[in-house]
């Protein structure tokens, strides 16, 4: 088995486990996981042969791949109900996974003959394809559209980096390589240094009184230290939020606040909890209520971990009691 072909079928993996998993935030029986982790591990690559009209589809003519999806999901299944899953490492993966799959669609569309556009169109679409299903499924909005992500635009500069030293007398394998890399680098450094697009105003995950409120707190804060702020924004980056929506990274924090409320150790088989089931469909009852990141400015250092996340139930929220609230460290 060459390299490349190992890498294809651990992205396969992979995707199928985030699809497994976001059938399981959504309370799906074990069919609906199973058709979640599907279309997300070869949705995109789908959607490229049909549009291609290439025949057969590709995971029709090897069944390896469905294997693989079998077993991704039957590992996932049994894991999660006695740990976390390893969210560091599935991100790795996918982002491996992400540059794999978005130059090999790419490769695919150009022996079509089609032009530069176009195969960047097909090479981003196998990509992220099966994620934008999988979300779109699964009645959420699709991830690669969701503010703070570097998700289809690294794969998009992968792409046309792929295409460019082509153009100019690249070997064809150097080229490919080169834009995997670069792929996997753009997405890696989005996840380790929160590197985004620029959003627009009304993409901001809190409102305008909010953002106003951060800026008068930091302030403040700054003011009360005697220290000197520098000029950034508030909001677009997420420096620090209020209410609203919290980072990714924060996915499922809602669940982990309900079970921690409900006296369940995370690090003791949460997922095999008895009322596990009850437990989850009450964590919609949750509300971020602030999120603080590292800021050299006001003095906050919380690590590496760089985040502290406050969720509130939202009863408690509307009528101001905070001697309920629950602290996350990510």
């Known amino acids: 088995m060459t390299l490349v072909r190992l890498l294809d079928l651990i992205g396969i993996g992979v995707f199928a486990v985030s699809g ?69 490492s599935l991100l790795v993966a996918d982002a491996l996974g992400l540059a794999l799959f978005g130059v090999a669609g790419a490769e695919i569309a150009e022996s079509a003959g089609l032009p530069a556009v176009a195969v960047v169109v097909l090479g981003t679409m196998t990509g992220v394809g099966g994620g934008v299903i999988r979300d779109v499924l699964s009645a959420e909005v699709p991830f690669v559209l969701r503010r703070g992500n570097l998700y289809a635009s ?11 030293l082509e153009s100019v007398g690249v070997a064809h394998q150097r080229a490919s390589l080169t834009g995997m890399a670069v792929i996997a680098v753009i997405r890696l450094a989005a996840i380790r240094w929160e590197l985004t697009l620029p959003a627009s105003p009304a993409s901001l995950a809190v409102d305008p009184e909010d953002t106003e409120l951060w800026v008068e707190l930091r302030e403040r804060l700054a003011a009360a230290q005697g220290v000197e702020l520098e000029e950034r924004t508030i909001g677009y980056h997420a420096l620090h ?90």
């Not at 690559?45 to 549009?51: F, I, M, P, Q, S």
Request: charge should be negative; include cysteine.
């Open 241 to 330: 939020r209020l209410l609203g929506h919290p980072d990714a990274f924060a996915a499922g924090m809602d669940f982990d606040a309900q079970l921690v409320s409900n006296g369940v150790d995370l690090d003791a088989e949460p997922y095999a909890h008895a009322l596990h089931g009850e437990l989850e469909a009450c964590a919609a009852d949750w509300r971020l209520l602030f999120q603080l990141s590292n800021d050299d400015d006001l003095g906050v250092d919380l690590g590496t971990a760089n985040r502290l996340f406050v969720w509130v139930r939202r009863d408690d929220l509307a009528a101001r009691h905070f001697d309920r609230i629950r602290a996350f460290i990510r």
């Open 154 to 164: 690294a794969v998009i500069a992968g792409i046309v980096l792929y295409l460019a």
């Open 20 to 88: 497994a998993l976001a059938a399981g935030r959504k309370r799906l029986d074990l069919l609906g996981v199973y058709v979640l982790a599907s279309v997300t591990a070869i949705g995109g690559g789908t959607v490229r042969d049909l549009l291609l009209d290439r025949r057969p589809l590709f995971w029709l003519s090897d069944a390896t791949y469905l294997m693989v999806i079998i077993a991704a999901v039957a590992i996932t299944f049994m894991y999660v109900h006695y740990k976390r899953p390893p969210l560091a």
